[in-house]
């Protein structure tokens, strides 16, 4: 047993002086008022012991409970993420954090260290998140296609069957009818699919379009030759058609929901430079056509994002484009 004598000014500050002397456990043997010999002043002196055996024994601390607030939130979120990505660690903070912000918007690995190392090496690590987006779509290159050009224009729409080749072009018919009061043509040389002509005059029947069909590449020469008062010529082939000319320039329309092996077997067959994308409006991964574009130095004109005519569809510019990163799947 310990035993201990405390002088304080009155009973309170007493007790959190033994408090503090003895812990807890203390038991007051005695107290008497007194005077303070050096003071002068009415004091109490407390005596009060404790059982050193109590004392020593380890407290029993109270149960931590799991605490789900925001700390522990942000903990758990970069212990799963040093669990994905290990090499995390070996980043700097602000690398990893760009990092993981592209990795989020749906980029993978393969894209994103290129794109870091050139901002890293041109010095740039200290631009926001927005601009490092920014900084990737100013790589794709757009052209309005939809504005009136003073010579005649000839698009040939080529691409995979079903991707939305005849449904992109009556909608850029249409634009171009409306918005630029122009002289439009539509020329049909789907040759592989039965009716698929008729079915395009019948369309453009309905929305006052000029039609004609060109059931061969001659013919499809001898249209281009004599239809010259035309501003514009606009040529439906089928995933088949094989025909060139050089004042057809074609428009690869592409479905913005497909694997990277995919785009680029359609970019091999189809070779052109202009892209239309189709199917926005369904769920997409971002990171192979974005890739494809950029690498591949491809202009993107307009992407549609459903089946109306003319109004599914947009022209191509930046903040499309980080609507469309932003927004996919
Ligand atoms: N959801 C959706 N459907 C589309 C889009 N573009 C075209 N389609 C539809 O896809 C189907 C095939 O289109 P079509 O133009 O005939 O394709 P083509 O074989 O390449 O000429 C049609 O039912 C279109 O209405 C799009 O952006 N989104
Ligand atoms: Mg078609």
Redesign the pocket.
């Known amino acids: 047993m310990r035993i201990k004598k405390i002088i304080a000014g009155n009973m309170s500050e007493g007790k959190v002086l033994l408090k503090k002397e003895l812990g807890d456990e203390a038991v007051i043997l005695s107290t008497r008022n007194i005077k303070n010999n050096e003071t002068g002043k009415d004091s109490i002196e407390i005596v009060a012991a404790i059982d050193e055996k109590v004392k020593d024994q380890p407290s029993i601390e109270p149960k931590k409970r799991f605490k789900t607030d925001e700390t522990n939130n942000e903990n758990f979120n970069k212990l799963i993420e040093s669990i994905n990505f290990p090499f995390l660690e070996y980043l700097d903070k602000n690398l990893s954090e760009k990092y993981l912000y592209l990795k989020k918007l749906g980029f993978d690995e393969t894209f994103i260290g290129p794109i870091l190392k050139s901002i890293s090496s041109k010095g740039s690590l200290d631009i926001t998140k927005d601009e490092l987006l920014n900084s990737i779509i100013t790589r794709i290159k757009v052209e309005n296609l939809f504005q009136k050009r003073i010579s005649r224009k000839i698009y040939g ?1 080529v ?10 072009l009556l909608k850029f018919a249409v634009i171009h009818k409306l918005m630029n009061s122009s002289n439009v043509l539509v020329i049909g040389a ?1 040759n592989h699919n039965f009716g698929a002509n008729d079915l395009l005059a019948a369309y453009c029947k309905i929305l006052n379009l000029d039609f004609e069909k060109a059931g061969s590449e001659e013919e499809l020469n001898r249209l281009i030759e004599s239809q010259k008062a035309y501003d514009i010529i606009l040529v ?1 082939f ?2 088949k058609s094989k025909y060139s000319h050089s004042l057809i320039e074609n428009i690869l ?1 592409l479905p913005v929901n497909s694997t990277s092996n995919h785009l680029n077997e359609q970019l091999n067959r189809y070779s052109s430079s202009y892209i239309g994308l ?5 769920n997409y991964a971002i990171q192979p056509i974005i890739e494809l574009l950029i690498n591949k130095n491809l202009t993107l004109c307009f992407y ?4 109306d005519i003319p109004d ?1 569809i947009e022209l191509a510019d930046a903040s499309g484009i980080k609507k469309m990163i932003l927004n996919n799947g």
């Open positions: 729409f691409g995979p069957s079903g991707v939305g080749k005849t449904s992109t789907n439906d089928d995933s329309i189709t199917g926005l409006d369904e549609a994002n459903g089946s599914d």
